[in-house]
């Protein structure tokens, strides 16, 4: 006996609950991304998951269709029985683990979604991965790390690569925070600023006395180079010193400037 219904009425964590201990294939249309799917599923795992007829066997790919179909309450289901032997057997994942996946997901995408970057916001890779990155991270990192190389957005890697855009979103945002990437434009305001000629330690006269109009200018270029280029502290992240309910700068230049003046400079 086949079930079947609509995703209105039975959200398909429900479904795939219920249908676990099953041995068979659903089917998914109606949906609004106009495509059909099947996920086939055999001892509380699926084991297949197609989508216009195509196999979908990327990791990537299928945690965040999985995200997409859940979060979809528009669509019709029909569920199959069919024996293991006629079913897909591509790989195994657990309905229990895809489902708690999902629903770690949507609460990352949710709690930080405010922070997320613009879709059409082009970044680059600033440096090479000398941090640990969980498992999802790090194979979006394999997988973009190209065309972050060469500078792209989270629209351009969502279409290039299949992905979920608010995934791709959430995946930047925390490369960003790690400082693995960094947007483009900031990267060429800082190049052009670097280009400006800027004053020697000759040019200050003597260090010894700051009373003076040039080494005033030269203390002022680097307090602007510092302030020009800080970025909006990460929630997860960054630990800003207070003081008096008051931010305090704790970047090398300004570390450097107070050293130098034996801690003068406030």
């Not at 699926?46 to 669509?75: A, K």
């Not at 997901?105 to 922070?115: G, L």
């Not at 082009?122 to 972050?148: C, H, I, M, Q, T």
Request: aromatic share 10%; charged share 25%.
């Amino acid at each position: 006996m086949a079930i079947f219904g609509n995703l209105a009425d039975l959200p398909l964590p429900e479904v795939l609950t219920m249908i676990g201990n099953k041995s068979g294939c659903l089917l998914l249309w109606n949906l609004p991304s106009g495509k059909e799917y099947e996920i086939h599923v055999a001892e509380s795992c699926i084991r297949g998951l197609l989508r216009n007829g195509q196999d979908i066997e990327d990791m990537l790919q299928i945690r965040d269709l999985m995200l997409e179909l859940i979060n979809c309450n528009i669509g019709d289901f029909e569920f199959q029985k069919r024996s293991p032997y006629d079913l897909k057997d591509n790989f195994h994942i657990s309905i229990e683990h895809i489902l708690l996946n999902t629903a770690t997901a949507v609460d990352e995408i949710n709690a930080y979604k405010e922070y997320f970057p613009h879709e059409k916001t082009r970044f680059k890779l600033a440096g090479p991965l000398d941090v640990w990155l969980d498992g999802e991270l790090y194979s979006f990192w394999e997988r973009s790390a190209n065309l972050l190389a060469e500078g792209c957005s989270a629209d351009e890697i969502s279409k290039n690569l299949g992905l979920n855009l608010e995934k791709v979103q959430l995946h930047l945002y925390k490369l960003r925070s790690v400082g693995k990437i960094e947007p483009m434009r900031a990267m060429e305001k800082r190049a052009s600023r670097n280009n400006i000629a800027r004053p020697t330690f000759l040019e200050t006269e003597n260090f010894s006395n700051f009373s003076t109009p040039k080494q005033n200018v030269f203390i002022e270029t680097f307090k602007t180079q510092e302030e020009d280029f800080s970025t909006p502290l990460n929630p997860i992240f960054d630990t800003p010193s207070v003081n008096n309910g008051k931010t305090k700068s704790v970047g090398l230049i300004r570390r450097m400037l107070n050293a130098l003046t034996f801690g003068r400079l406030k």
